[in-house]
């Protein structure tokens, strides 16, 4: 029973990404050309299932068939985006939210999309392909709030680490809150 208090007693550490082990230029280069890769795969995979001169054409007349297999690949180069932008430029952000964005983006949501997208396309249902069409723009959208949720708080982070002790907002926060409850009513 007291090994297990003392383990909740340690104090908790943050991981942050930091300098990467890999050159900077390496990394521009990745992040240039991995979203790229994602829409041209996405878009050959929709190209060779919907011409019929291709030899992986699968019969089907559903117009959505194309926007559903480019729609993966445009998901999974915004994932690509958000995690190099987060490795060039949020040094300060908690790598376990970088980790997350491989983690969720790419394995636990981008694999079974694809093959959700390709089962769509072949079954030729065409509700399914508009509803699949529909889930990666929300999952897009998604990935863009949390982008935008995880700038503004490596941005906050980095603008009340930089203030001298004397000037922290949440330390004058705390006393104005402080002062409040001195007050009588």
């Not at 699968?58 to 690949?73: C, D, F, K, N, T």
């Not at 790598?95 to 969720?104: H, K, L, Q, T, Y």
């Not at 769509?120 to 065409?126: E, I, P, R, S």
Request: proline share 6%.
């Amino acid at each position: 029973m007291a090994s297990t208090a003392a383990q909740h007693d340690e104090p908790t550490t943050t991981v942050v990404i930091g300098e990467p082990k890999v050159p900077r230029a390496v990394l521009w280069a990745v992040a240039v050309y991995l979203p790229s890769v994602y829409i041209a795969a996405g878009s050959l995979v929709a190209y060779s299932i919907t011409d019929r001169r291709s030899p992986f054409f699968i019969a089907g007349e559903s117009p959505w068939r194309a926007p559903a297999l480019v729609m993966w690949g445009i998901y999974m180069a915004v994932v690509a985006v958000v995690m190099m932008h987060m490795l060039l430029f949020l040094p300060r952000a908690p790598m376990a939210a970088c980790d997350a964005v491989v983690d969720v983006g790419w394995i636990w949501v981008g694999a079974p999309l694809c093959f959700l997208a390709v089962v769509a396309v072949c079954l030729d249902c065409q509700w399914m392909l508009v509803a699949v069409v529909c889930i990666i723009v929300l999952l897009i959208a998604a990935l863009f709030a949390h982008w935008a949720s995880l700038l503004t708080i490596t941005t906050m982070l980095a603008f009340f680490t930089a203030m001298p002790s004397h000037m922290n907002m949440m330390h004058a926060i705390v006393e104005v809150g402080r002062e409040v409850r001195r007050r009588p009513a």
